[in-house]
């Protein structure tokens, strides 16, 4: 007995009337001498899409689906058709250098299911992205751990029907949002792709994806950020903005071309990270005293050195709010502007000769009394800087050294005289970003055995005895639960350092000494170095010893 498959013999059908309908095109498409286009598996650039009403789309049969310039491809079904042409002609008469295509009405249906898509996102007058929050709002709201949001990403990759690019992406921003994780990375394998969130500084797996999904993922990434989705062969840089009810967060997308295909960095310009007060960042007590002394002159510099992801702008920000009243003129010349400050004229730097230079150039214009510049990376910018701090401005800016006694010699190698360095810069600081341990969940343990003698050899160096805590017989490590998400530490805390330029460290600089002897110069300033401040926090329980050794040498 033969069962007849209703299922099987409607999806044949169907397959039968599609390849029909795809050459049933193509021959309109040679009849008008035109290209032939299948755009199943082409991204539709929502920028192209939009240019042509939703309602004229459907009337008239045709989907706008990519644009450069004014160069815009046009999918038709029937060119000779008069409402087609009269799109056509519209589209001219604005402008537009129209190129036409023939296509399937299946393809036209895909094509116009993206204009769902323009709902939730739309152009800002900065020329970024904005995409809608509602969905990403309730994920935050209902997703907050880490593993909520690894299950929600992979449910809507487990959808294989009709799952929307901008879905995908949408649940991986909230996602990130929802964890506090400072950056996204999208890294292609030879099989899969790998989704990571940086947090607390640490890379975590999230999920994985197909190729040919992450493939449209990627050209939607490109869309947003306003990359070339024809180049793949080159490095890119963009960004978008992710705008909620109450901030802007900023997203600036890098594409590396890579072994297998594109690999994606997205780092969250997240204003609540940046916006933290001074006197909460983590600095000893004793530095935190000099810096409030130090940022109360008129004029001087102080420098705040550290590797990228360090924590440097923040400390800035920090400064700044302390310093900001109705009666000062503040400028800032950043890269980019990562927390608008009420009060405070703020200045991002480009790709197009407005640098740090430049920016301090035009911001000596303006008649400052303080002048933040984000980074000093050249020797002019350096010499611009040093003489601002000598003519009656307080500066602020970073370097890029291992510490804080490393910035007079990067300074002199920059071109400085050391004479003047002396008397421009106030205070050198330090600084780097350690995992908080978690509250819940850390376990106390008693401290013997290496350890003990690392901490004993650490705090034998520190001038201030007053600053060692009264019980230092035992420490504690991570462990790991729900609270953290497993990872047993939840936020981070500065480690910090700083050299006060005082007649002593004056003389070692004009001598041009190295680094070791400014230090050595330094310490009856009584100021912790980065490695007692961090075993201090370890006393403390703050954080853990493993942590602290993963991010500086102690034995230094």
């Known amino acids: 007995m033969i069962q007849f498959d209703e299922d099987k013999q409607n999806r044949r059908v169907k397959e039968l009337y599609q390849k029909e309908e795809e050459e049933l095109a193509k021959v309109i498409a040679t009849r008008h001498n035109l290209e032939y286009i299948d755009l199943s598996g082409i991204p539709i650039g929502t920028d192209a899409l939009k240019v042509i009403e939703e309602i004229d789309a459907h009337a008239a ?22 409402k087609t042409a009269m799109v056509i002609r519209s589209l001219i ?18 094509a116009w299911a993206a204009y769902a898509d323009l709902s939730k996102t739309r152009e800002t007058t900065g020329g970024s992205i904005d995409i809608a929050h509602d969905e990403i709002l309730d994920i ?14 992979k449910d809507i990759l487990a959808n294989k029907k009709g799952f929307k690019t901008s879905r995908i992406l949408e649940h991986v921003l909230a996602g990130a949002l929802s964890t506090n994780a400072s950056d996204i990375h999208i890294e292609p394998e030879e099989e899969y792709v790998r989704i990571r969130y940086r947090l607390d500084g640490v890379l975590t797996n999230v999920a994985n994806l197909d190729t040919s999904v992450y493939n449209l993922v990627l050209s939607r990434i ?35 071309p890579g072994a297998y295909n594109e690999s994606v960095v997205l780092r969250l310009l997240n204003p609540k990270s940046i916006a933290v007060p001074l006197e909460e960042l983590g600095i000893p007590k004793k530095l935190l005293s000099v810096i409030l002394e130090q940022i109360e002159k008129p004029n001087g510099m102080i420098l705040t050195t550290g590797p990228t992801g360090s924590g440097k702008t ?35 730097v480009n790709d197009k000769g407005y640098n740090f230079l430049e920016g301090l150039r035009a911001a000596l214009r303006q008649d400052p009394d303080v002048i933040m510049v984000g980074e000093i990376r050249d020797s002019e910018t350096a010499q611009i800087a040093i003489n601002s701090s000598l003519t009656g401005h307080l500066v602020f ?15 002199i190698d920059l071109g400085i005289n050391p004479h003047v360095i002396s008397s ?35 705090l034998a160096g520190i001038f201030d005895k007053s600053e060692i805590p009264q019980n230092n017989s035992k420490i504690w490590q991570s462990v790991g639960c729900e609270k953290c998400n497993m990872t047993g530490y939840k936020g981070r805390i500065g480690i910090y350092e700083g050299i006060l330029v005082d007649e002593s460290v004056n003389k070692s600089v004009e001598m041009s000494d190295g680094a070791q002897e400014i230090q050595k110069t330094a310490s009856p300033q009584g100021i912790l170095m980065m490695s007692q401040d961090g075993i201090i926090k370890v006393l403390s329980g703050m954080t853990s010893l493993d942590e602290l050794e993963r991010i500086i040498d102690i034995n230094l």
């Open 424 to 458: 421009a810069i106030n205070i050198a600081l330090a600084q780097r970003l350690v995992r908080k341990l978690c509250p819940v969940c850390r376990k106390e343990i008693t401290l013997d055995g290496t350890n003990k003698e690392k901490i004993e050899k650490v």
């Open 222 to 256: 490109k869309l947003l950020s306003g990359m070339k989705l024809n180049v793949k062969k080159d490095a890119q840089d963009g960004r978008f903005s992710i705008k909620l009810s109450d901030m802007d967060i900023e997203v600036r997308a890098s594409i590396l």
């Open 93 to 110: 008469d604005q402008g537009y250098e129209v190129k036409q295509y023939v296509t399937s009405t299946t393809s036209l249906e895909k």
């Open 397 to 411: 800016s970073t370097l890029h050294t291992n510490n804080a006694a490393g910035s007079f010699p990067r300074l």
């Open 61 to 82: 049969k045709v989907a706008a689906f990519a644009i450069s310039d004014k160069k815009l491809k046009v999918a038709v079904r029937v060119p000779e058709e008069e």
């Open 314 to 348: 923040t400390t800035l920000y920090a400064f700044l709010k302390k310093v900001y009243n109705p009666g000062v003129k503040v400028i800032t010349i950043e890269d980019p502007i990562e927390y608008h400050l009420p009060g405070i004229v703020q200045t991002q």
């Open 140 to 153: 935050i709201n209902t997703h907050p751990s880490l593993v909520d949001i690894q299950n929600v990403i």
